[in-house]
């Protein structure tokens, strides 16, 4: 299991520009004019991590398998979309797919590039953005619940209905109460549950600090993450051998590249966790919710491990890393069994047991 994000915004924001660098390709067209994008352009990205690359060499692993991320570049939204302007209805049926959405706004000044609202102003941007969403929630809700006149949905769905419109309807997104909320609402198509985190597209100068623009969108959103990337400088890394790349952004003192900084907040965002399976055969990464019990975290190597488990050994990463392979974590005391009740922690090292 990975995760899938879109990428999201009004046109000319820099969306293809970011996927592009991204995905370290040049498969979504950039260009200045509205709906360049047309067909949402997809890419995978592995989610390098260090841990895997140690255990692989411990290992002495043929494969290394990362897990990975999917970027989605969508269709430039503009106002109106909700009752299908532009590419309204393109952009809405996209948008449902991935679990994370990236708003886009853009905060730097280009006489080049020009701005679908004439003028720059990301806080309005947004709201641009927000309020096609909830226009478009309100419209979900409101069909559902002419199918209750027809008893297809029971009282406390109707209920939770009813409650969501009206913070609708008050021009609020939609927030979730419990799990069960969340797959419901999930599963009838809202857009304004899903996780989202600010991206600020920037000039170079900028990166650091922020500007004006980037003060706009803190200002008008506190509660929200936020992060400056500059889709150009981005491009530019893509492109670039690692140790070309560790040069360039040590002269521009950037710490991370904004690929990295997605993964971090989008993994914190949607509540992930990794685990790792490590042998001569391959060492592999794997994505998990948080707080997920060991027959689940068995099922995303695969379905029949969940009903057919039987026991897990765990090793945290530091220790396999430390004591060198399982079987001396094991002499060491650090290898621990654990039963269909155990919680698995980022990090862990398991060795699934299950009947044949």
């Known amino acids: 299991m990975g995760f899938k994000c879109g990428i999201v915004g009004l046109p000319n924001v820099g969306k ?28 995978i990205v592995d989610v390098v991590d260090g841990r895997l690359d140690e255990l692989a060499k411990l290992s002495n692993s043929k494969k290394k398998i990362y897990t990975n991320i999917t970027f989605v570049d969508i269709a430039g939204l503009v106002k109106g979309a909700s009752k299908g302007e532009g590419l309204g209805n393109k952009f809405l049926s996209h948008i449902r797919e991935v679990d994370a959405i990236i708003h886009l706004v853009r905060c730097f000044e280009s006489e080049k590039i020009t701005h679908v609202n004439s003028s720059i102003n990301p806080a309005d941007d947004l709201e641009t953005i927000k309020t096609e969403i909830i226009l478009s929630d309100l419209d979900i809700i409101q069909k559902r619940l002419e199918k209750s006149k027809k008893k297809l949905l029971d009282e406390r ?22 799990l069960t909320e969340e797959i419901f609402l999930s599963n009838i198509g809202l857009l304004s549950i899903k996780p989202k985190i600010l991206v600020c597209n920037v000039d170079e100068e900028s990166l650091a600090k922020g500007n004006k623009y980037t003060e706009m969108v803190k200002k008008r959103y506190p509660e929200e ?3 400056n990337i500059c889709a150009d400088i981005e491009d530019q890394l893509s492109g670039l051998e690692k140790s070309e790349k560790e040069s360039f952004m040590k002269d521009i003192g950037l710490q991370k590249t904004g690929l990295n900084q997605l993964i971090k907040e989008g993994y914190e965002l ?15 990464a794997w994505t998990i919710k948080k707080n997920t019990l060991a027959p689940k975290a068995a099922s995303v190597i695969h379905t029949d491990f969940e009903k057919n488990f039987i026991r897990v050994e765990a090793v945290s990463c530091e220790n396999f890393i430390k004591y060198g392979s399982a079987e001396k974590c094991k002499e060491s005391g650090k290898l621990r069994i654990e039963g269909k009740d155990y919680i698995v922690k980022d990090g862990d090292v398991l060795h699934f047991r299950v009947n044949p």
Do not use: H, M, Y
């Open 270 to 284: 949607l509540k992930l966790d990794t685990f790792f399976t490590s042998g001569p055969k391959e060492s592999r």
């Open 157 to 178: 769905q109707i209920k939770i209905l009813n409650e969501k419109l009206k913070s609708l309807n008050k021009g609020e997104e939609v927030k979730v109460n419990d």
């Open 16 to 43: 293809s520009t970011l996927f592009n660098a991204l995905t370290a390709s040049k498969n979504a067209e950039a260009a200045n004019f509205p709906f360049c994008t047309i067909d949402p352009n997809i890419g």
């Open 225 to 227: 993450k936020i992060i």
